[in-house]
């Protein structure tokens, strides 16, 4: 393992790749030929080391499993075709009939249907507490409670959870109750949720460690013997959502720059913050960054900077925010996040609309809240494009 991030998402921890090739090969086969019957049982009975089909694994895809394992700290990791394979593959692992978990309420709108909408149909009953409040927490912790959910930065509010307070609390209450964190959006040149005491780290790498809107994957990485399970378990007989060798390419390459992508995005969304909580026609900031945020605090704890994704209310509510993101130039209204690109969008109407409207209100997702996930643009251009939008003097 490389001293410094950059070096570690630079060079393959592995050895040199056949006719030493500088990228990494793409391994595009769905499957692998035996030498022997022999060999394809051993195989098989994991009596030898090798590859089989690429529902069980793949050398390209191997290769991105292990960076990512290298900088979550983790010790392995599976990649998955979505965050949302990776989210359910790690669910289902884990939780079985009769068993009751604990998610925030802030949570994206997918993973939130996921829970509240499928998984009673299999006897598993989800609660959505909010988890910063540490005493709530500990109040709604039972006796079959299997495991604990969320994001921080939470996506769209940005509410911070302190992952380290809530691994303790949960563990004391049971050491066998895991704790699972989606790190999607302060990725873990940000944070490292593991090294928190999280016993599962969660990703849509469809976001920043892509990061150029191309692919769409999922992580899940931690404890050796939990992640065996996911791969053998949640994604081969589960979900069988797999990443195709040509994605773990793009993401390797992608992560490559991770490092200097997010040093841009985090500073770019600290001066976009700052204009925008100081234009008049802004009701509300939601940055990690400002000092006004309720978990900045945590937020300097356990993030080394601040992320790229900020949330604002304007003034006028839905009508207003929707008018707002309908008149931008530059920012390209889009859901997802995380590319060069800037893009916004409105939660309520688009990726929390699988909320209702009184778990909305419930969640701090307001109507009249707009998602900015801060590009690599020069910041004033970005500025400037919300300074036209909002109108007024700003
Ligand atoms: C925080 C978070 N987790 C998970 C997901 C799901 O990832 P994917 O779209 O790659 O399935 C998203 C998607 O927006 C997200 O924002």
Do not use: W
Not at 17 to 46: C, H, K
């Amino acid at each position: 393992m490389y001293q410094h991030f950059e070096t570690g998402a630079l060079h393959d921890i592995s050895q040199r790749q056949p006719f030493g090739a500088l990228s990494t090969p793409i391994y595009q086969t769905s499957t692998f030929i035996f030498e022997s019957a022999d060999q394809g049982g051993d195989r098989f009975a994991g009596r030898e080391e090798g590859y089989i089909y690429t529902r069980l694994g793949n050398p390209t895809t191997r290769l991105l499993e292990q960076k990512i394992a290298a900088m979550e700290r983790a010790e392995d990791c599976v990649a998955f075709s979505s965050g949302m394979g990776a989210i359910a593959a790690s669910l289902l692992t884990f939780l079985s009939q009769g068993d009751h978990m604990l998610a925030d309420r802030v949570l994206y709108g997918c993973t939130y249907s996921l829970m509240c909408h499928t998984f009673p149909r299999f006897g598993i009953t989800p609660e959505f507490v909010d988890c910063a409040n540490l005493e709530a927490l500990a109040a709604a912790l039972k006796p079959n409670t299997r495991l604990v959910y969320f994001e921080t930065p939470a996506n769209p509010t940005l509410k911070i959870i302190d992952i380290k307070a809530v691994c303790d609390l949960v563990h004391r209450h049971n050491p066998d109750c895991l704790v699972m964190v989606d790190n999607t959006f302060a990725t873990p040149y940000i944070t490292r949720p593991l090294g928190l005491g999280a016993d599962i780290v969660l990703h849509s790498a469809t976001k920043y460690l892509n990061g150029h809107g191309d692919v769409i994957a999922g992580l899940a990485a931690g404890r050796q013997d939990l992640i065996n399970r996911v791969r053998g378990e949640g994604q081969k007989d589960i979900t069988g959502s797999v990443l195709s060798p040509h994605d773990a390419f793009l993401l390797l390459r992608g992560i490559k720059t991770l490092k200097y992508r997010m040093d841009v995005h985090c500073d770019n969304a600290r001066k976009v913050a700052d204009f925008l909580a100081g234009h008049p026609a802004v009701a509300a900031v939601q940055y990690p960054g400002l000092n006004n945020h309720p978990g900045h605090a945590i937020a300097k704890k356990q993030m080394s900077q601040f992320g790229g994704i900020i949330s604002f209310e304007v003034k006028g509510g839905y009508d207003r925010a929707r008018q707002l993101v309908d008149s931008l130039k530059l920012c390209a209204l889009a859901v997802s996040l995380g590319d060069v690109e800037t893009l916004v969008e409105h939660p309520a109407s688009m990726t929390h609309a699988t909320y209702s409207p009184q778990e909305c209100a419930a969640a701090g997702i307001t109507d009249g809240m707009v998602r900015l996930s801060v590009g690599l643009e020069h910041a004033q251009d970005i500025i400037d494009d919300l300074k036209a939008g909002l109108g007024g003097p700003g």
